[in-house]
């Protein structure tokens, strides 16, 4: 890989992390960036790009902790679908070509952009308010369905599982603080998979987590200070750009 390239993967994961602490959704768009920049396949982009996700969520979740921004009753019913599903999702990845994985990696960016543009306006309260074990229960629901779309397609938890908590009626911040700490299981979950089939790219992912770290941190400063629309809007318009490329090229 040149060193040009190498400049540019570094500084499209310092974004990518500024994205995640700051929206949410943002880890979506390192995936497509490893395929078209270094020599690894899909596959191998989507585990090296999952295997990085375990160390932002852990700084995500110790940021958005110490902020208390966390609901641990909203988010540890999440982390027991995550953890199971991950797995489930990195094993249907192994049975399934480039294609298909590459028109679902599309959509799904796609999606994301589309609810950072124009979502945040779900439910006036949270789905099952005021009956807790429905509301456990979709909770478990949700986690497993974003521990699947990690495994799956190498994507953070947060760009799953953001946009159906808010449409819930979930609130904003509680539901970006639940993603950091469900992205943990479900990164580590899926990232097994991955491993085991030598699809992580550790020495390059080791380099990716630095950038990916301080971009996190930056992230999680905006979240907390300042209206993040506007960000929200860029990044809307980005994945939104980025997945249809991809869409088509997929076609």
């Given at each position: 890989?040149?060193?040009?390239?190498?400049?540019?993967?570094a500084?499209?994961?310092?974004?990518?992390?500024?994205?995640?602490?700051?929206?949410?959704?943002?880890?979506?768009?390192?995936?497509?960036?490893?395929?078209?920049?270094?020599?690894?396949?899909?596959?191998?982009?989507?585990?090296?790009?999952l295997?990085?996700?375990?160390?932002?969520?852990?700084?995500?979740?110790?940021?958005?902790?110490?902020?208390?921004?966390?609901?641990?009753?909203?988010?540890?019913?999440?982390?027991?679908?995550?953890l199971?599903?991950?797995?489930?999702?990195?094993?249907?990845?192994?049975?399934?070509?480039?294609?298909?994985?590459?028109?679902?990696?599309?959509?799904?960016?796609?999606?994301?952009?589309?609810?950072?543009?124009?979502?945040?306006?779900?439910?006036?309260?949270?789905?099952?308010?005021?009956?807790p074990?429905?509301?456990?229960?979709?909770?478990?629901?949700?986690?497993?369905?974003?521990?699947?779309?990690?495994?799956?397609?190498?994507?953070?938890?947060?760009?799953?599982?953001?946009?159906?908590?808010?449409?819930?009626?979930?609130?904003?911040?509680?539901?970006?603080?639940?993603?950091?700490?469900?992205?943990?299981?479900?990164?580590?979950?899926?990232?097994?998979?991955?491993?085991?089939?030598?699809?992580?790219?550790?020495?390059?992912?080791?380099?990716?987590?630095?950038?990916?770290?301080a971009?996190?941190?930056?992230?999680?400063?905006?979240?907390?200070?300042?209206?993040?629309?506007?960000?929200?809007?860029?990044?809307?318009?980005l994945?939104?750009?980025?997945?249809?490329?991809?869409?088509?090229?997929?076609?």
């Amino acid at each position: 890989m040149s060193l040009v390239a190498m400049a540019c993967v570094a500084a499209i994961a310092l974004v990518v992390g500024l994205f995640i602490g700051a929206v949410g959704v943002g880890g979506i768009l390192l995936i497509p960036a490893l395929h078209a920049l270094t020599p690894l396949s899909l596959q191998a982009s989507m585990g090296t790009a999952l295997f990085t996700f375990v160390f932002t969520g852990i700084v995500g979740t110790a940021m958005f902790q110490r902020r208390g921004s966390i609901d641990w009753g909203m988010t540890l019913p999440m982390c027991a679908g995550g953890l199971v599903f991950g797995a489930v999702g990195a094993w249907a990845n192994s049975r399934l070509d480039a294609q298909p994985l590459a028109l679902v990696l599309a959509s799904l960016i796609v999606l994301a952009g589309a609810y950072t543009l124009f979502g945040g306006r779900g439910r006036q309260q949270a789905a099952f308010a005021g009956r807790p074990r429905m509301q456990r229960a979709l909770l478990v629901l949700i986690g497993a369905l974003t521990g699947f779309g990690s495994g799956l397609t190498g994507v953070g938890g947060p760009a799953v599982s953001v946009p159906i908590m808010v449409l819930l009626g979930f609130p904003t911040l509680g539901a970006i603080g639940a993603s950091q700490v469900i992205q943990i299981l479900a990164a580590l979950s899926g990232s097994a998979g991955y491993l085991a089939r030598d699809l992580v790219d550790l020495r390059l992912a080791a380099g990716l987590v630095l950038f990916e770290i301080a971009g996190v941190w930056l992230g999680v400063q905006l979240a907390h200070r300042v209206d993040a629309r506007h960000l929200r809007s860029f990044v809307g318009v980005l994945c939104v750009v980025v997945g249809s490329a991809l869409l088509l090229r997929a076609l």
